[in-house]
């Protein structure tokens, strides 16, 4: 479950390192590593918040979300990813994060987890049954009593296509606490239908579109939305790019 400490170091610009798998440096130089999410982080995290962040990976946008908010708990289903994220955080003297090695979903128990070659792409859900080397029985964390027992008014999620069926589970007072939710939407990976499903259910738990945009030049094309109960004070500077209708009608409507 540990990494085995050989990793590229990166300088982030704002004064942080991170040492991540070569794998992921190439992905990193290729998309542009959680650069939306790291980027809106900036207009919706608020220093009151308690945050739950679900698919943190190596904490390359949990470092930037803790240093912005009151508490994270972070969780991630991959062992040797947490092993990264915790390492990454105290190389940033980031103390105000708590890492969870599972998956956040609409109930607790043992779900199956598709292990991917490329490990950050693993998930609940696949849209490519060929891509799957294997299966792994993991935890399950109720998303709904998370919220309900710690507080949580931000939500992060980066869940490959998990997404729709975590959300899918809440009920709107689950959600009642919650203010803002910055969200990655796999429409390929999740299917068209949960998608729109999901989208109707934030909806009625009072949860608009702030803003978003797609990584076009991703192979299985993501959307980062951020979400919102309440105005933002400053509004950030972001358009929806080329596919956004792949996300549905209920989407564009919003």
């Not at 979400?227 to 956004?244: K, Y």
Request: hydrophobic share 40%; aromatic share 8%; net charge negative.
């Amino acid at each position: 479950g540990e990494g085995d400490g050989k990793g590229a170091v990166v300088f982030d610009g704002m004064g942080r390192t991170l040492t991540m798998p070569l794998e992921v440096l190439g992905y990193l130089v290729l998309v542009g590593y959680e650069e939306e999410q790291r980027r809106l982080l900036k207009f919706a995290a608020r220093p009151d918040d308690v945050a739950l962040e679900a698919g943190c990976g190596i904490g390359w946008a949990t470092i930037e979300l803790a240093s912005r908010v009151r508490r994270v708990l972070a969780f991630d289903a991959d062992e040797e990813q947490i092993w990264w994220a915790r390492r990454n955080a105290g190389a940033n003297k980031i103390d105000n994060v708590e890492f969870f090695c599972a998956v956040v979903g609409p109930a607790d128990g043992m779900v199956g987890f598709n292990l991917h070659p490329e490990r950050y792409s693993s998930s609940v859900t696949s849209y490519d049954e060929s891509a799957i080397v294997g299966i792994a029985a993991t935890p399950c964390i109720s998303l709904g009593r998370m919220c309900k027992e710690h507080g949580i008014t931000f939500l992060s999620l980066d869940m490959e296509g998990g997404e729709a069926w975590t959300l899918l589970g809440t009920k709107p007072d689950d959600l009642a606490g919650v203010d803002r939710i910055l969200l990655e939407v796999h429409p390929r990976q999740g299917g068209p239908p949960a998608i729109e499903d999901m989208a109707r259910h934030l909806g009625r738990c009072g949860l608009k579109i702030a803003c978003g945009a797609g990584m076009y030049n991703y192979p299985r094309h993501v959307y980062t939305v951020l979400l919102t109960r309440h105005p933002l004070d400053e509004e950030p500077q972001s358009a929806w790019l080329a596919g956004m209708d792949e996300l549905g009608e209920e989407w564009a409507r919003w």
